[in-house]
Nanobody
Framework: QVQLVESGGGLVQAGGSLRLSCAAS????????MGWYRQAPGKQRELVAG???????AYGDFVKGRFTISRDNAKNTVYLQMNSLKSEDTAVYYC???????????????WGKGTLVTVSS
């Protein structure tokens, strides 16, 4: 069973930066894609950024070059560098992983518990 543990969330002012980390353990050799998702109150969970085992990436349209996802396979860790944060980025951010292809939330097999990011205006 794969376990995912997120860290790095917190309170930041608009225009600031945060770096989220997601450490994976347990059965990780079966993992292909990993991603960051977010869910704000009253909204559906959406893809923020995803990365394949070979390093190909995908981003939500709202990212617009502000965020960067990266993956350290040696450390079994995925990172999300978030710059130029806006108040609308406030949400719980989740790390997820799958043994399949694609980044749709329904395709992800494993989820972390989430970390709260609050951006004050």
């Amino acid at each position: 069973q794969v376990q995912l543990v997120e860290s790095g969330g917190g309170l930041v002012q608009a225009g600031g930066s945060l770096r989220l980390s997601c450490a994976a353990s347990g059965g990780i050799f079966r993992i292909t894609n990993m991603g960051w998702y977010r869910q704000a109150p009253g909204k559906q969970r959406e893809l923020v950024a995803g990365i394949t085992s070979s390093g190909s990436t995908a981003y939500g349209d709202f990212v617009k070059g502000r965020f960067t996802i990266s993956r350290d396979n040696a450390k079994n860790t995925v990172y999300l560098q978030m710059n130029s944060l806006k108040s609308e980025d406030t949400a719980v951010y989740y790390c997820a992983a799958t043994r399949a292809l694609g980044f749709a939330p329904r395709a992800m097999d494993y989820w972390g518990k989430g970390t709260l990011v609050t951006v004050s205006s």
